[in-house]
Antibody, heavy 116, light 112 residues
Framework: EVQLVESGGGLVQPGGSLRLSCAVSEFTLSGYGMSWVRQAPGKGLEWVAIINQDGSKKSYVDSVKGRFTISRDNAKNSLYLQMDSLRAEDTAVYYC?????????WGQGTLVSVSS | EVVMTQSLLSLPATLGQPASISCRSSQSLVYSDGNTYLNWFQQRPGQSPRRLIYKVSNRDSGVPDRFSGSGSGTDFTLKISRVEAEDVGVYYCMQGTHWPYTFGQGTKLEIK
């Protein structure tokens, strides 16, 4: 069974940093583009970033450009999201998802809270 | 950015009766490869999104056949032929044609 398991969330002060990880199993990571999607408490879904199969192409939503970095280690079956200069409005559950245009598999999410 | 508009934020539905959710995009979702990357997701309370329909009308494995998707260009619809109690949740349309990919604001289906 395909699994995606996020980790690394937590409480951080404004201006701080966090690194999220997504460990995948039962599929070969190198065969798929991967994404991060977030959901603020009680709100809708927002695409954050996407990376292609070999990590050579990355795209970000405007609100996180220059602050967040998506990366992957196919050998370790892992996807990452480095989040710097965090703001209160970045508070959300962060999901990793397999694919981009038609994402089928999602993780259970990890909560990031940005507050002083 | 493509804006996805779901006209109803709340949908009171009757068990056993049909229900319909509409979604409109601010520009055509036809990609250069000829595909239309319009997906529908269901999110039950406390759960991750679950894809129901991909590329307008393709139902995912394990999704009951009472769910169907239709539409083209900029106008799309998710239909439930007979609402069941387990269908309670929030439904999102999502476009994967233009970056950044975007979701509708969600339609909360509740049982009357």
């Amino acid at each position: 069974e395909v699994q995606l398991v996020e980790s690394g969330g937590g409480l951080v002060q404004p201006g701080g940093s966090l690194r999220l990880s997504c460990a995948v199993s039962e599929f070969t990571l190198s065969g798929y583009g991967m994404s991060w999607v977030r959901q603020a408490p009680g709100k809708g879904l927002e695409w954050v970033a996407i990376i292609n199969q070999d990590g050579s192409k990355k795209s970000y939503v405007d609100s996180v450009k220059g602050r967040f970095t998506i990366s992957r280690d196919n050998a370790k079956n892992s996807l990452y999201l480095q989040m710097d200069s965090l703001r209160a409005e970045d508070t959300a559950v962060y999901y990793c998802a397999r694919g981009g245009s038609v994402p089928l598999f999602w993780g259970q999410g990890t909560l990031v809270s940005v507050s002083s | 950015e493509v804006v996805m508009t779901q006209s109803l934020l709340s949908l009171p539905a009757t068990l056993g009766q049909p229900a319909s959710i509409s979604c409109r995009s601010s520009q055509s979702l036809v990609y250069s490869d000829g595909n239309t990357y319009l997906n529908w997701f269901q999110q039950r309370p406390g759960q991750s999104p679950r894809r129901l329909i991909y590329k307008v009308s393709n139902r995912d494995s394990g999704v009951p056949d009472r769910f169907s998707g239709s539409g083209s260009g900029t106008d799309f619809t998710l239909k439930i032929s007979r609402v069941e109690a387990e269908d309670v949740g929030v439904y999102y349309c999502m476009q994967g044609t233009h970056w950044p990919y975007t979701f509708g604001q969600g339609t909360k289906l509740e049982i009357k």
